[in-house]
């Protein structure tokens, strides 16, 4: 597969196209300050729940305690910007590391539960991670850990595609290839020979790394992190959003984040609705299109293309 074609070109003009009217219109004044961290956070849940499809859309397993992992990369970036005085490569990197770690350590022992019961044991390690920083004062404990802002719209949008292409290219290699036949049939993929539980940790602990790493963004752009902003309703959120797009798709990743996150951000207002309205919204979406916007298709260039090439 050529790495420089037509295809790739448009997407890396759409790609500019986007960044520069949005850097353009922030730099003018005319992009208010809430806009633009709404569109922030877009780049943020859409790492979140790329990654998270890998595990759930990708690979079949049922994990609901991305929260967790996204806390863990927060707060060990926040550890090393502010208390190791380091800079914010360098904590990013560290908190997808400590993410990574994590998820080698949980899901050695819980990726061989199935169905329900992984989906408990990985909703109970997010909440074991929120507990456990919430009684360490050193990280602030309750009170929240206070974070200098030094993420922009820039590094937010950059990172996000790269992180959705590498997450991309793993789909599409050897390896993203055994995760899916571990989601289509566990069984005969074991009788083919792959290491279902190799690839399920494999999956799991790139999903976490990736996890770490929007955390460490979400960390160094709100100024301030507490343990509450990772509680299991946000690992319902994430799974909400890979839901609403489409399992297996991440293009419908991409979609539910964006859509989940505009939403989130104009029902503000109305807190005590807002969880009511979302709610009704992907009750109706499983009657009408139970597989999600995008099911587990892509969107594609292929029209435009052969016209273009016409």
Known sequence: MKLFNLKNALILAALIAVYAIVQMTAVAGTLSPFYLMTLVLVCVYIILSVSLNLITGYTGQLAIGHAGFMSIGAYASAFIVVKMQGSLISGLLFGALIAAIAGIIIGVPTLRLRGDYLAIATLGMGEIVRIILLNTDYLGGATGFSVPKSVDWTWAFWIMVVSVVIIRNFIN???????????????????MGINTTKYKVMAFTI????????????????????????????????????????????????????LMTILSAYLANFPEMRMVIIAVLLILLMIFRPNGIM???EFKLNFLISKKER
């Not at 976490?208 to 963004?217: I, P, T």
């Not at 299991?232 to 297996?248: E, H, N, P, R």
């Open 173 to 191: 290699s050897s390896h993203g290839r055994a995760c899916i036949s571990v989601r289509e049939n566990e069984i005969a993929a074991e009788a």
């Open 207 to 258: 999903g976490a790394m990736f996890a770490g790493l929007a955390g460490g963004l979400y960390a160094n752009y709100m100024y301030i992190i507490q343990p509450m902003s990772f509680s299991f309703l946000k690992s319902f959120d994430i799974l909400a959003m890979v839901v609403l797009g489409g399992l297996g798709s991440i293009t419908g990743s991409i979609i539910g984040a964006g």
């Open 295 to 297: 099911g587990n298709k």
